[in-house]
C-alpha cells in the first residue's frame, strides 16, 4: 500500500536524510551549507519546525567545531610527537630546524618561515633556514638591532601580527624572500632555553588573520623543542671534538690520527709520517716529579705546533709518543721538520728552579706509498724507524728503509 507524502513530509524527509549525511562525515560539513539549509527552512517548514530544525543545525553545528577542534589537537599532538621522535634520533641541525618546517607546515599556513640564532656576545643574527614558498633564502645573516626579531629577542615575548596593519610603526619589518609580495599575519615566537631567548622562530602567511591563539600555542612548544633539540646538537658536536682531542696537550688525539690517516688515503694523497718519542719522560718523572713530566709533553706538542706548516696535522699519539702527518711533503722536507722540532727542543730546555733539563726525542720517518700501502703498514714502518733511532743513542732521526 502506498503511501500519501505531503509536500511538507518529503522535505522533511529529505532534510533527516541530510543530516544523517552530515553527521556521517561531520569533520567536513560546509558551514555556509548549514546556513543555507536553514534560511531555506524559513520558507518551507512552519515557524515550529522550522525552529526545531534550526536547533539541530546549531547542534550539528557546534559538533562538527568540536569534532575538527579534536581532530586539529590530536594533529598537533602527532606533530609533537613526531618532532620529539626525530630530535631523538638526529643530531644535526639541518634537519632538526627543515623537519620543524615540514611539521609547522602540516598544521598551519606557512608561506613564509624561518628560524633566527643569537648567539652570546655575537653582533649580527645567524638565519640557517627562511623559507618562502618553498624556497630557502638562507643561510644569511642580519644585524642585531633591525626589526621585531630584535623585539622578541630582547622581550622574550610573542608578537602576532593578525594583519599588516598591526605593524608598529616605529620598527621596520624585514621582509623575507620574495619582496614583491608581503606577508600579511605573523607570528614571531622566541626560542626559550630555559630562561635564556636564544633566537626566533616565525611563520608567516599571505592570509589575514590566519592564525589562532592554539597555534601561537604550538609555535611556542615547537620552539622550545627546536631550541632544546640544536642545544643538544651543538653539545654533542663540541664532545665528538673533543673526543679527538688531547686534553694534555691540545693537540689531536689517536682516533684523529687514524681518522684523518685513512682520509688522506682515500684521498689518494702522498703521505709523510714523522713519529717521535720522548728520551727522558721517565727519569724526569723519576726525579722531578709527574707535575714536570708533563710540562715535558707540552713542551714537545709545542715544538710540533711551531713546525707544522699548512696542510700538516699533529697528534699526541700516547704517553709521550707523538705523530706529524704532512701531506704531499717529500722526504727531505720531512726530514727538515724533524730536525726543526729537535732544534725547537734545545733552545726550550726546561727549567727546575736553578736546573736546566734538556728535552731530546727520537724519531721515525716514513713515506706512503713508497714506505707501505696500507694505514697500518705505514705507522708499522714509522715505528721500525724510530725503534732503529732508540738503539743508534737516541736524540736522532732515521728513515725507514727495507732490510
Sequence with gaps: MREDLTEKDVYTRQLLEKYCQWISRIEQVD???VELTANEMKTKLPEADSVLHGRVLQEI??????????QRMSEHMKILHDLSHTFAMTFDVNQ???KAFELVSRVMRADAFFIAFLNEGDSEFQIPISVESGVNYGPYTIPYGQGLVTKVI???????LRTMSDEPSEIE????GREEVDTNTCLFVPLMLGKQVIGVISVQS??????KQDDEELLKIIGFQVAS????????????????????????NYRAFHRDLEQLMTEGRPIALIMLDSDSLKTVNDRYGHHLGDELIRRVADAMRAVAEDGDTTYRYAGDEFMLLSPNATLEEAKKKACAIRDYLEEFPLIQEDACIPITVSVGIACYPSDANTGDGLKRAADEALYRSK???KNCTTVYAVG
Excluded at 553545528?61 to 579534536?70: A, D, I, R, Y
Excluded at 622581550?155 to 602576532?160: A, D, M, V
Excluded at 599571505?206 to 592564525?211: G, I, P, R
Aim: charged letters at 25%.
Design 31 to 33: 558551514q555556509i551549507e
Design 229 to 252: 633539540a640544536v642545544e643538544n646538537a651543538r653539545l654533542y658536536e663540541r664532545l665528538y671534538q673533543m673526543s679527538f682531542q688531547d686534553e694534555l696537550t691540545g693537540l689531536s
Design 61 to 70: 553545528g557546534n559538533l562538527h567545531e568540536k569534532v575538527t577542534e579534536m
Design 206 to 211: 599571505y592570509k589575514e588573520f590566519a592564525y
Design 173 to 176: 619589518i624585514i621582509r623575507w
Design 96 to 98: 632538526i630546524l627543515w
Design 154 to 160: 630582547e622581550s622574550g615575548e610573542t608578537i602576532h
Design 391 to 393: 738503539r743508534n743513542g
